[in-house]
């Protein structure tokens, strides 16, 4: 008896396995067919609507004058700070606000054995700082501002928002 049940519970093991298979293999020939469609309908619209040839890159040429115009010493900004889109007020600032995210050291180190380990930032703290920009206002302040519902927009001119100047005196 114990023959028979042993049998037939390697047959009911084999049919699963083969049963799991044959559904693993159907998935990846409809991948394949999905795929080899999505290749098709590319090829129509590729040769329907084909890509330009672009002569003038405006993008390019947009981020070269942000470039060229901020790569300064030091640049007058104005600086409008909004929370959940209402005006809070602007600052004449010294220069391109910087993102509280970005470091002047690598967040990672990659090894060649594939391990990837988060290394501390400068001031020896680990973590992820929070949203927001920083920036120095004119007078040499320096101004962190962040925080859900915060937005802001920055300018080399100033714009007619109404808006309070939020600027300190400098410290005597």
Same mark, same amino acid.
């Given at each position: 008896? $114990? $023959?028979?049940?042993?049998?037939?519970?390697?047959?009911?093991?084999?049919?699963?396995?083969?049963? *799991?298979?044959?559904?693993? #293999?159907?998935?990846?020939?409809?991948?394949?067919?999905?795929?080899?469609?999505?290749?098709?309908? +590319?090829?129509?619209?590729?040769?329907?609507?084909?890509?330009?040839?672009?002569?003038?890159?405006?993008?390019?040429?947009?981020?070269?004058? +942000?470039?060229?115009?901020?790569?300064?010493?030091?640049?007058?900004?104005?600086?409008?700070? +909004?929370? *959940?889109?209402?005006?809070? @007020?602007?600052?004449?600032?010294?220069?391109?606000?910087?993102?509280?995210?970005?470091?002047?050291? %690598?967040?990672?180190?990659?090894?060649?054995? @594939?391990?990837?380990?988060?290394?501390?930032?400068?001031?020896?703290?680990? @973590?992820?700082?929070? %949203?927001?920009?920083? +920036?120095?206002?004119?007078?040499?302040?320096?101004?962190? *501002?962040? #925080?859900? @519902?915060?937005?802001?927009?920055?300018?080399?001119? %100033?714009?007619?928002?109404?808006?309070? $100047?939020?600027?300190?005196?400098?410290?005597?």
């Amino acid at each position: 008896m $114990k $023959k028979v049940f042993s049998i037939i519970g390697v047959a009911l093991g084999i049919s699963l396995v083969i049963l *799991f298979m044959s559904s693993a #293999g159907q998935k990846e020939i409809n991948r394949a067919k999905d795929q080899a469609t999505q290749a098709d309908i +590319f090829a129509v619209a590729a040769s329907t609507v084909p890509i330009p040839s672009v002569s003038y890159f405006t993008e390019r040429r947009t981020i070269q004058k +942000f470039m060229q115009r901020y790569d300064k010493p030091s640049v007058v900004t104005y600086v409008y700070l +909004f929370n *959940f889109g209402q005006v809070i @007020g602007y600052y004449v600032a010294d220069g391109k606000p910087a993102s509280i995210r970005s470091y002047l050291v %690598p967040e990672e180190a990659y090894y060649s054995n @594939g391990a990837t380990l988060t290394q501390p930032n400068i001031d020896g703290t680990y @973590g992820e700082d929070n %949203p927001g920009i920083r +920036f120095f206002t004119a007078e040499g302040t320096a101004v962190e *501002f962040g #925080g859900s @519902g915060a937005a802001y927009l920055y300018t080399d001119a %100033p714009l007619p928002i109404n808006a309070p $100047k939020l600027n300190t005196k400098p410290a005597k």
